[in-house]
C-alpha cells in the first residue's frame, strides 16, 4: 500500500502560481510512475499530468504550458508546478501512484486550489 500526502493548496488570483506537492510512502518511490487529477465542483475528475520512473511526463491540453510535473526521488515527492492559473483551474487536486503502468492505483486525499478572477 501507498500512502499519498498532499499540500500546497490554497487561494490564489488569476494569473499567479502555487506549488502543490505530494509526499509518497514506500521504499521504492523512485521506480512510481506519480500523477495528477484534478475535481471541480459539479465535473468529473479530470488528468492533469505524470511523470514516469525515467522523468518523461504527460499533460492535459488544458495546463500544457503552464503546469510542470516534477520529482525529488530523495523526498519521495512529486510536484506540480502551477503558472498562469486560471479561474478555470478551481479544483480539487489529487496526487496519484502507480508501478509505472499508468493505472493510478494510489490515490491522495486531495489539496483544494481556487483561483479568484
Known amino acids: 500500500q501507498v500512502r499519498l500526502v498532499e499540500s500546497g493548496g490554497g487561494l490564489v488570483q488569476a494569473g499567479g502560481s502555487l506549488r502543490l506537492s505530494c509526499a509518497a510512502s514506500?521504499?521504492?518511490?523512485?521506480?512510481?510512475?506519480m500523477g495528477w487529477f484534478r475535481q471541480a465542483p459539479g465535473k468529473e475528475r479530470e488528468f492533469v499530468g505524470y511523470?514516469?520512473?525515467?522523468?518523461?511526463?504527460y499533460y492535459a491540453d488544458s495546463v500544457k504550458g503552464r503546469f510542470t510535473i516534477s520529482r525529488e526521488n530523495a523526498k519521495n515527492t512529486v510536484f506540480l508546478q502551477m503558472n498562469n492559473l486560471k479561474p478555470e483551474d478551481t479544483a480539487v487536486y489529487y496526487c496519484?501512484?502507480?508501478?509505472?503502468?499508468?493505472?493510478?492505483?494510489?490515490w491522495g486525499q486531495g489539496t483544494q486550489v481556487t483561483v479568484s478572477s
Open positions: 496519484v501512484a502507480d508501478h509505472g503502468d499508468r493505472t493510478y492505483d494510489y
Open positions: 511523470i514516469r520512473s525515467g522523468g518523461s511526463t
Open positions: 514506500g521504499r521504492t518511490f523512485a521506480s512510481y510512475g
